[in-house]
């Protein structure tokens, strides 16, 4: 029977609307969907298998779950580890018992945000992966070595999702600009703002580009330049967390680049933690550490110590607006020691090196 008054339905958002609906149309992540790689010949073998998706936000876990079970003519049950619980888990389950009785369907069931279930909620899912009546799919933007029980890590593989590229930006934005942005002209300028602005994320390159869309209509605008994005879209932070993967990435970073002799990259880290939001006395602290343990290692200097401890003690005293330049101040006022090393060191270095992987598996102590 038809609904004389059916509830409206929401209007998608252009990252939902524009969301892949093959595998051809994803855009990102060749490391796992290259030919030969481990996702290609999952999907290329028919035959998934359970498996948790660890990467920043923006860069596909959902869709790619979605992808699977359209891939795997599969049953595909989403949770949410913020709204759902052990009940939630065995609902899911009855489901799935189904399935498969009545028409032989697997099913896939992904778990988003997987790391804020608590061990009790975790281990509810270990029989029926143990089984197979499950394809456990899980999604987390936190490393999996610490949030994630050892039981659910040994029946799953982890894969590492990175952030999408410039290029790879640049292939979602002409196509939102094709399908559904032909009213407007983006220069050449505008687009490398906006990309940049996305900072790896292809739904924040998405919802700029939906925000710009409505900012540009009543204004009656069908030309986009560059000053006309900075001033239609609000200032845009950078990718970071306090104390999750994404903070200690980023103060590796810093210490490689310092270790490494690389002036410019160790002042694009220092700028980039500065600007999303990093406490500046965390990294007076660990700038101690680095003339400690990098640099004072091979320079006797006595002065090698004592810049950055002056730069600790001018943060503590003074006030916020004049920390990040305190900072820079003692990262560029060197020792001749220091600058003969990096300039022996930084010859054949040019460009700033792209975020370090995460290679390590404990997390560097304040």
């Given at each position: 029977m038809t609904d004389l008054f059916p509830a409206p339905a929401p209007v998608p958002p252009m990252a939902e609307a524009l969301r892949p609906r093959s595998l051809d149309e994803f855009v990102g992540q060749q490391h796992l969907l290259g030919p030969g790689k481990p996702l290609r010949l999952a999907f290329d073998s028919g035959k998934p298998h359970s498996m948790?998706?660890?990467?920043?936000?923006g860069v596909g876990k959902t869709t790619l779950a979605r992808l699977m079970a359209d891939?795997?003519?599969?049953?595909?049950?989403?949770?949410s580890a913020v709204f759902s619980g052990v009940k939630d888990i065995k609902d899911a389950v009855r489901r799935a018992e189904e399935a498969l009785a009545t028409s032989g369907k697997r099913t896939i069931l992904f778990v988003d945000e997987v790391h804020r279930f608590n061990k009790a909620q975790q281990d509810a899912f270990l029989p029926f992966?143990?089984?197979?009546?499950?394809?456990?799919?899980?999604?987390?933007?936190?490393?999996?070595?610490?949030?994630?029980?050892?039981?659910?890590?040994?029946?799953?593989?982890?894969?590492?999702?990175?952030?999408?590229?410039?290029?790879?930006?640049?292939?979602?934005?002409?196509?939102?600009?094709?399908?559904?942005?032909?009213?407007?002209a983006f220069d050449a300028r505008a687009r490398d703002r906006v990309i940049g602005l996305a900072d790896g994320d292809a739904r924040r390159l998405l919802n700029l580009l939906e925000l710009i869309q409505t900012a540009a209509a009543p204004a009656g605008a069908s030309k986009i330049d560059g000053e006309w994005v900075q001033n239609a879209v609000a200032r845009n932070l950078r990718r970071f967390d306090k104390g999750g993967d994404a903070f200690y990435d980023q103060i590796s970073a810093l210490h490689k680049s310092v270790r490494g002799s690389n002036p410019d990259a160790s002042l694009y880290w220092l700028a980039r933690m500065l600007?999303?939001?990093?406490?500046?006395?965390?990294?007076?602290?660990?700038?101690?550490?680095?003339?400690?343990?990098?640099?004072?290692?091979?320079?006797?200097?006595?002065?090698?110590?004592?810049r950055p401890m002056s730069a600790w003690g001018a943060l503590k005293a003074s006030s916020r607006s004049r920390k990040p330049r305190s900072i820079s101040r003692a990262r560029r006022n060197r020792t001749p020691c220091t600058t003969r090393i990096i300039r022996r060191g930084n010859s054949s270095r040019k460009t700033i090196p792209a975020p370090f992987p995460r290679i390590c598996a404990t997390r560097p102590r304040s």
């Amino acid at each position: 029977m038809t609904d004389l008054f059916p509830a409206p339905a929401p209007v998608p958002p252009m990252a939902e609307a524009l969301r892949p609906r093959s595998l051809d149309e994803f855009v990102g992540q060749q490391h796992l969907l290259g030919p030969g790689k481990p996702l290609r010949l999952a999907f290329d073998s028919g035959k998934p298998h359970s498996m948790i998706l660890w990467g920043p936000p923006g860069v596909g876990k959902t869709t790619l779950a979605r992808l699977m079970a359209d891939a795997f003519d599969a049953q595909f049950i989403a949770l949410s580890a913020v709204f759902s619980g052990v009940k939630d888990i065995k609902d899911a389950v009855r489901r799935a018992e189904e399935a498969l009785a009545t028409s032989g369907k697997r099913t896939i069931l992904f778990v988003d945000e997987v790391h804020r279930f608590n061990k009790a909620q975790q281990d509810a899912f270990l029989p029926f992966v143990e089984r197979g009546l499950l394809t456990f799919v899980g999604a987390t933007t936190e490393n999996p070595s610490f949030e994630v029980i050892g039981a659910l890590l040994s029946r799953t593989s982890v894969y590492v999702l990175k952030s999408l590229s410039e290029a790879e930006l640049g292939e979602l934005f002409d196509r939102a600009a094709r399908e559904v942005l032909s009213g407007l002209a983006f220069d050449a300028r505008a687009r490398d703002r906006v990309i940049g602005l996305a900072d790896g994320d292809a739904r924040r390159l998405l919802n700029l580009l939906e925000l710009i869309q409505t900012a540009a209509a009543p204004a009656g605008a069908s030309k986009i330049d560059g000053e006309w994005v900075q001033n239609a879209v609000a200032r845009n932070l950078r990718r970071f967390d306090k104390g999750g993967d994404a903070f200690y990435d980023q103060i590796s970073a810093l210490h490689k680049s310092v270790r490494g002799s690389n002036p410019d990259a160790s002042l694009y880290w220092l700028a980039r933690m500065l600007d999303g939001g990093a406490d500046p006395l965390y990294i007076g602290r660990r700038m101690v550490r680095m003339a400690v343990e990098d640099v004072r290692a091979r320079c006797a200097s006595r002065s090698t110590l004592a810049r950055p401890m002056s730069a600790w003690g001018a943060l503590k005293a003074s006030s916020r607006s004049r920390k990040p330049r305190s900072i820079s101040r003692a990262r560029r006022n060197r020792t001749p020691c220091t600058t003969r090393i990096i300039r022996r060191g930084n010859s054949s270095r040019k460009t700033i090196p792209a975020p370090f992987p995460r290679i390590c598996a404990t997390r560097p102590r304040s």
